[in-house]
């Protein structure tokens, strides 16, 4: 009985042809995935987008940085129940490119836009126990002193130059 052996080579991949397969295995299920990331952006987190124009509404900044708002929206969602839904009310009431209208906001609004301004200002996120630092560096507290005032804790000059006498500036 003869046998009759394939040659290894009939099943031999190149690597142009295995990665043309991992990057359409990719795509394919990035394609069957994008329709779930969808509804689960509508139905439960919103989006940086909102989060951002809502801040930059409150603050009354055109400048917030988005890197800073990313985990100030996820620290926000995850301190406070219902926050989400909260904060798309708060969208709904606040017209684009406007001031926030805080006589036309009701007191959950009124309260979402609350924190959402503390945790700008301050870096921080929860209130007791609960209370998480998010950013110090960049909270907006800072921002108003920074020609003047160098940031709490950050040294403004190398180690002991407090030691050396003062040049002869006055207020």
């Not at 209208?101 to 503390?118: F, H, M």
Request: glycine share 8%; aromatic share 8%.
């Amino acid at each position: 009985m003869t046998r009759k052996t394939i040659s290894s080579r009939a099943f031999a991949v190149t690597r142009r042809q295995l990665l043309g397969a991992t990057l359409a295995g990719a795509a394919g299920s990035a394609m069957m995935l994008s329709p779930f990331k969808a509804f689960a952006a509508q139905a439960g987190v919103p989006s940086l987008g909102v989060f951002m124009r809502l801040s930059q509404a409150l603050c009354e900044k055109t400048a917030l940085n988005p890197a800073v708002g990313q985990p100030l929206l996820k620290a926000l969602l995850n301190a406070h129940d219902g926050f989400g839904d909260r904060l798309r009310s708060l969208a709904d009431a606040v017209p684009e490119g406007q001031a926030v209208p805080v006589d036309g906001l009701n007191a959950e609004q009124r309260r979402t836009a609350k924190r959402i301004l503390s945790a700008w200002y301050t870096g921080i996120v929860g209130e007791g126990d609960q209370a998480r630092v998010v950013t110090y560096r960049h909270a907006l507290q800072f921002k108003a002193v920074d020609d003047i005032l160098v940031i709490r804790s950050y040294c403004p000059n190398e180690p002991g130059f407090w030691a050396v006498k003062p040049s002869g500036k006055r207020a």
